[in-house]
């Protein structure tokens, strides 16, 4: 019944598009970011980024991230970044 009550009360659509985002990126960078700190403290930073970079080429190709942040900014620069102001 809880479950449900829940889901009934959800709205359709938060107040402001961004928030959600906006709150689970802070919780990341609150949370999140302390535990992998923690975790990768002994390894070198540089090491670290080189494995990344050999990941991502290997898997999604070479400069994709790029790629798609500049569609995202694209998408915001025209329709607005859906955070407070929007």
Do not use: N
């Not at 829940?6 to 959600?20: C, E, M, N, T």
């Amino acid at each position: 019944m809880f479950l449900f009550a829940a889901i009934v009360q959800w709205p359709v659509r938060p107040a402001r598009p961004g928030s959600l985002l906006r709150a689970h990126i802070a919780k990341e960078d609150d949370c999140l970011a302390s535990v992998v700190h923690r975790a990768f403290s002994d390894e070198d930073p540089e090491s670290l980024t080189e494995q990344f970079e050999e990941l991502e080429r290997r898997e999604i190709g070479e400069r994709t991230f790029e790629r798609y942040a500049a569609i995202v900014e694209a998408l915001e620069a025209r329709h607005g970044d859906g955070g407070p102001s929007a």
